[in-house]
């Protein structure tokens, strides 16, 4: 079973003959604790085109030292890293390498490089004692991965010297000690004023790709192929495809960070995740003068099922939270019989299964597929003759050709008559308002701050809208619910009760959304669209 570790620590780099200042005395530390030294001996693996790299990501099979095994690092935030911890074995663990499925894909992990340190480590305390950061002084020794024999004949081919070394310091916050981002200013301003410079690297692993020779050169992802972006091409210079194509790449690049999150099951990763799929296909039936839709379309149906598997367990968190909520609200001596209980249980049964079920989905050959077409579209973008115009006037019409939709079906829904039809065509409003949306954000590094406006507005659309879809279902699984409790015996008049105040509140949603609509289609808002 994996652990996983919060790392939040900054990296320096001195000469041999720089001395380390005595910290003790700075900020809260009191005492600094001599820990001894340690060797260590890492093999760091990765992709033959560095994919991991790419991303800052690290994985390597490490002894010696107080935690020998494979650590997989994964970047949270600048100095902040996850590191994902699995004991020692000959190949790299599974559970690790699911992690990093989304950025390999099926291409083999190799070892890259081989490091071994010499780690003086010095332990820094407060006057109780408690520990608050690690200083770790290292003599690094980088050489590729191999015999040595290899190494020195890529050094005398030209592709890199055998060998690198150097000396590093690294400063980690001991969470549990209360260290903050105070003390590690306090540490790193006495180390260079003893003349510690703050690494040059991000990582001992891109230190070494680079001393080593093994370093690859990364394609510059901000041009668009054909775009005519260069010089002077400021932001009323840019193009339909360069706004897109931005869009694009951000959507899936949401999309393959959050997989190893919801890997690991991390708060609201499910749902970001969800959300990136439907801004992806959106994006796709929106702008289709830029994009080719024979090409992106069939991505779109893929994107959808992944969506629906995403939701699955999402929408049973969501709906259960919404029923706790109600629940909570009601007086106690309404509550009649075992409702929490039964509520509990219900949820419980919905969600047996689903984890199970959504991990074998983004371990299965239909999501690699998917993935592997992510990656191939971000590199050979279908654009068409659209794309290489100036990105204000194609923009603003895809824009406008999804408004004039989501006013379509808000006219039809308002004109409805109460009832399920009625529920039917809000869902349907919902949805556009959830497009047309999408569509203003992906232009507004065009359009500027109209397309911020009309993208807040059609929000509160989509919002209540929501709320009133969420009504809906919420009133069909208290039937279900009650029905339970009538069949157990326990009665089905909370539940009931329940009921009515999720149909007031979709009645409340109702009352409200002729008003916000007039609002959001006022001519002054989606006209100053058009440029």
């Known amino acids: 079973m994996a652990d996983t570790v919060r790392e939040i620590e900054r990296k320096y780099e ?6 380390l200042p005595d910290l003790a005395g700075i900020e809260r530390v009191a005492t600094v604790v001599e820990q001894g030294v340690e060797v260590l001996d890492a093999l760091y693996y990765d992709t033959a085109d560095q994919r991991l790299a790419a991303d800052g990501i690290t994985l390597r099979r490490r002894t010696g030292g107080k935690d020998a095994g ?17 004991p020692l074995s000959d190949t790299p663990p599974a559970e690790l390498t699911a992690l990093v499925r989304s950025r390999v894909l099926d291409q083999e992990l190799i070892p890259l490089v081989r490091l071994r340190t010499r780690r ?8 109780a004692g408690a520990p608050l950061a690690e200083v770790a002084e290292d003599t690094v020794r980088a050489r590729r991965a191999g015999e040595a024999e290899e190494a020195r004949e890529a050094a005398e081919s030209g592709e890199g010297p055998a060998e690198a070394r150097w000396r590093e310091i690294e400063v980690e916050l001991i969470e549990e000690g209360g260290g903050d981002a105070g003390l590690l200013d306090e540490i790193g301003r006495a180390l260079a004023a003893a003349g510690v410079r703050p690494a040059s690297a991000a990582s001992k692993l891109a230190r070494a790709l680079a001393e080593t020779g093994l370093e690859r050169a990364r394609p510059d992802e901000g041009r668009t192929k054909g775009s005519g972006k260069g010089k002077g091409s400021g932001k009323a210079g840019r193009t339909a495809g360069d706004i897109v194509l931005r869009y694009v790449r951000e959507q899936v690049r949401v999309i393959i960070e959050l997989d190893p999150a919801v890997r690991r099951d991390l708060p609201d990763s499910v749902h ?11 994006a796709f039936r929106s702008y289709t003068k830029v994009l080719d839709r024979a090409v992106t379309e069939p991505i779109g149906i893929e994107l959808k099922w992944l969506a629906a598997e995403l939701g699955v367990d999402r ?7 919404r029923l706790r909520a109600g629940l909570a609200e009601l007086p106690r001596t ?6 929490a ?7 419980e049964r919905r969600r047996a299964g689903s984890r199970g079920r959504l991990l074998a989905v983004l371990d299965g050959p239909r999501y690699l597929s998917l993935l592997k077409t992510l990656h191939a579209l971000l590199e050979a973008p279908p654009l068409r003759k659209a794309a290489t115009r100036p990105a204000p006037e194609v923009v603003a019409q895809a824009v406008l050709k999804d408004y004039r939709r989501l006013a379509r079906r808000m006219e039809t829904a308002l004109d409805t008559p109460a009832g399920q039809a009625r529920d039917e065509a809000l869902h349907g409003a919902r949805k556009a308002a959830k497009r047309t949306r999408y569509a203003a954000e992906a232009a507004c590094p065009a359009l500027g701050r109209p397309a911020k406006r009309f993208a807040r507005w059609t929000k509160r659309v989509q919002q209540l809208l929501g709320d009133h879809q969420d009504s809906v279902v919420a009133r069909g699984a208290l039937r279900e619910l009650a029905t339970q409790a009538q069949h157990a015996g326990e ?37 100053a669209l058009q440029p």
């Open 14 to 19: 001195a000469d041999d003959d720089t001395q």
């Open 341 to 347: 209980a039964r509520l509990r249980i219900w949820s």
């Open 334 to 339: 309404l509550r009649l019989g075992p409702v």
């Open 491 to 527: 009665g089905g008049f909370t539940f009931g009760l329940l009921y009515g105040r999720e149909e007031a509140r979709a009645a409340d949603r109702e009352r409200e959304l002729p008003g916000v609509w007039k609002k959001v289609s006022r001519r002054k808002n989606w006209a």
């Open 70 to 86: 494979w650590h997989l690092k994964l970047p949270v935030a600048p100095g902040v890293r996850d590191e994902v911890r699995a």
């Open 315 to 321: 929408d049973r968190e969501v709906l259960t939270e």
């Open 120 to 127: 003086t480590v010095r332990l820094l305390q407060d006057a």
């Open 272 to 282: 970001q995740m969800r959300v990136a799929t439907r801004r992806l296909r959106s």
